[in-house]
């Protein structure tokens, strides 16, 4: 049995652009503690989110 998987919303670009962050941001992990190197995703996604707020706020 087959189901299937609409793919109609799937962007190449973003896909690869996401990738490409992981990537850099694991390079950034290298020669960090295990704790920084665990950290660093999570800071990173609340800069990121910080960032959109502020942009969201100042359209407004």
Known sequence: MTTEIDVSGYDMAE???KDRR??????LSEG???LDAL???LTLAVAR???RM???EATQ
């Open 15 to 17: 896909t690869l652009a």
């Open 22 to 27: 992981r990537r850099s941001e694991a390079a």
């Open 32 to 34: 960090m503690t295990e």
């Open 39 to 41: 950290l660093l995703p």
């Open 49 to 51: 989110l910080s960032a």
């Open 54 to 56: 502020r942009m969201a």
